[in-house]
């Protein structure tokens, strides 16, 4: 056969095979390739277009190795939980570690103050405090644990590609958080205080002319400040009151906390406190002093507010 036809044929049997990929490409695409891989991640620190499988930690012991690649003392303190601790300055932090039972999650939770006597201890102003620095520290959240009876700093995160490293950013970050506010959980700096003082000097009476008069505030101004109620040794309240109109309420009931904050008004001796979170309490208000205060909710006993010193 001439050299042309057989140049020809070959160029003929090209034409066709590549005419024959190109429709096997045309009917690949087709195919959502994303389907087969829904289980992976594209793995960044690969080359292009590798992928890697989505790593979990999945029981504490795995958690353990992890702190103590980056020079944690840990041990195993449950199926899933480790425990350790974290040295900042003059203080020694006990962190416990968290497997949640669904695995997707770890909290980190950084313990500060025991708690012997709540009705004591664990004052108004103190849960006031926890909330504020709370709402500043987000997501880390100040609180009390009433099984562990210690004031706490926890944070949660995602169980998903979890290392050494990140476990150790994360107790850093909260120890840094606790010393700068150790002053409103430190027991024994509240304890300082409370020791008796000299008293200072009576002032003498201020005296006036039948012609002064003194401004009366209306119930709304009086209960500006914080204030603490209990019902029992597991039950109380805490709330503080702005001259602006606004509320923040903690209500405590055997360990566990609830947290509200919003608007209130004082009419006809009535207060009533609407919260952000759907809440709505009113009640009869008794403005008995400086000092204290009855409130009445409907359907339930009267509570004594005490201001907070």
């Given at each position: ?7 020809l ?22 195919i ?10 594209p ?58 039972d ?39 959240i ?33 120890a ?17 205080k ?43 309240f ?56 009855r ?13 907070a010193?």
């Open positions: 056969m001439p050299r042309f036809h057989l140049l044929i070959g160029a003929l049997l090209l034409t066709r095979s590549h005419s024959t990929f190109a429709a096997d490409e045309d009917l690949f695409s087709e959502r390739t994303n389907l087969v891989f829904d289980h992976v991640t793995d960044r620190t690969a080359g292009a277009g590798s992928i890697r499988s989505a790593r979990r930690i999945t029981d504490a012991e795995a958690l353990r190795d992890l702190l103590k690649v980056v020079g944690f003392e840990a041990k195993v303190g449950g199926d899933r939980s480790v425990v350790t601790q974290k040295q900042l300055g003059k203080w020694t932090f006990p962190v416990l570690v968290l497997l949640s669904d695995e997707t999650t770890v909290n980190i939770v950084l313990g500060l103050s025991t708690i012997k006597d709540v009705s004591k201890e664990l004052t108004s102003e103190t849960l006031l405090k926890f909330m504020t620095a709370s709402q500043n520290h987000a997501p880390a100040f609180s009390y644990h009433s099984r562990r009876q210690r004031t706490e700093l926890s944070v949660v995160v995602k169980n998903q590609d979890l290392t050494g490293q990140s476990l150790r950013d994360e107790i850093n970050r909260l840094v958080i606790a010393r700068d506010n150790e002053v409103m959980w430190d027991n024994s700096q509240a304890a300082d409370a020791k008796p003082t000299a008293p200072a000097p009576a002032a003498p009476a201020p005296t006036t002319t039948p012609t002064q008069t003194t401004p009366t505030q209306t119930d709304s101004e009086k209960l500006t400040g914080r204030w603490s109620a209990a019902r029992s040794d597991k039950e109380a805490a709330v503080e009151f702005t001259a602006g109109g606004t509320f923040k309420l903690v209500y405590i009931n055997d360990g566990q906390q609830t947290r509200s904050s919003g608007t209130f008004r004082v009419a006809e001796e009535l207060l009533t406190l609407t919260g952000t979170d759907g809440l709505k309490l009113q009640g009869k208000l008794t403005v008995r002093s400086d000092s204290e205060f409130f009445q909710p409907k359907d339930a006993t009267e509570l004594v507010f005490a201001r010193k």
